[in-house]
């Protein structure tokens, strides 16, 4: 099977520009993740889609990030404006379903530069 | 909540020694635990994961790990490392009513020839 797609693999930007990443998760993936990995940490949910819908965006800063999940297929993450703290990698996975044994199926990422 | 600590940021063997990286859980549920790799300029690989079946799980590539509830530590191992085992590696998991995934802060592992 296809893996999880990601676009750009690199982005550099200015800080208080904004910039958008691309996600097409496994076909037939109805959960759909977005995680924010900054250097030497772990990978932290930005935001969680069941299907078109969003189930957690908690820890995701809403006054300067987007997502959306159109048609519950691809989705768009969306940085507007950027902040030099923003520099990471931004992780795209899916699972077959939102169950606690449906393991994550990653994205290759895509490293943001924020100068 | 859930969390997961893991013990040593940094971990070096010799090739051929035994693998050891360490995971800690905290969970006042029967945990869901998962181990992932993750290679340079990559995302993370499925390596294992514990649902409550066997206690002791083996995974891709030789490697296993083995869930102590009395502990609360879910260790991953391997017999003999190889180089291409040099990687991150990351424990996790499964957050019960959110389905959230938590991870842990990584552990590189550095193989020596």
């Known amino acids: 099977e296809a893996g999880v797609a990601q676009s750009p693999r690199y982005k550099i930007i200015e800080k208080r520009q904004s910039v958008a990443f691309w996600c097409n998760p496994i076909s037939g993936h109805a959960t759909l993740y977005w995680y924010q990995q900054i250097l030497g940490q772990g990978p932290k949910l930005l935001i969680q889609?069941?299907?078109?819908?969003?189930?957690?965006d908690s820890q995701l800063p809403k006054d300067r990030f987007s997502a959306e999940r159109l048609k519950g297929v691809d989705s768009t993450l969306k940085i507007q404006p950027a902040k030099l703290e923003d520099s990471a990698v931004y992780l795209c996975?899916?699972?077959?379903?939102?169950?606690?044994?449906?393991?994550?199926?990653f994205g290759n990422g895509t490293r943001l530069t924020v100068t | 909540a859930q969390s997961v600590t893991q013990l040593g940021s940094h971990v070096s063997v010799s090739e051929g020694a035994l693998v050891l990286l360490r995971c800690n859980y905290s969970?006042?549920?029967?945990?869901?635990l998962f181990w992932y790799v993750q290679y340079p300029n990559q995302g993370l690989q499925l390596l294992l994961k514990y649902t409550s079946a066997a206690t002791l799980v083996k995974g891709i590539n030789g490697f296993e790990a083995e869930f102590k509830k009395s502990e609360t530590s879910f260790h991953l191992t391997k017999p003999s490392a190889h180089m291409s085992d040099a990687a991150e590696y990351f424990c996790?998991?499964?957050?019960?009513?959110?389905?959230?995934?938590?991870f842990g802060t990584g552990t590189r592992l550095k193989v020596l020839a």
């Open positions: 969970s006042s549920v029967p945990p869901y």
């Open positions: 889609f069941q299907n078109n819908g969003v189930v957690d």
């Open positions: 996975a899916s699972s077959l379903d939102r169950v606690r044994n449906s393991p994550l199926h």
């Open positions: 996790a998991v499964s957050e019960a009513g959110t389905y959230k995934y938590i």
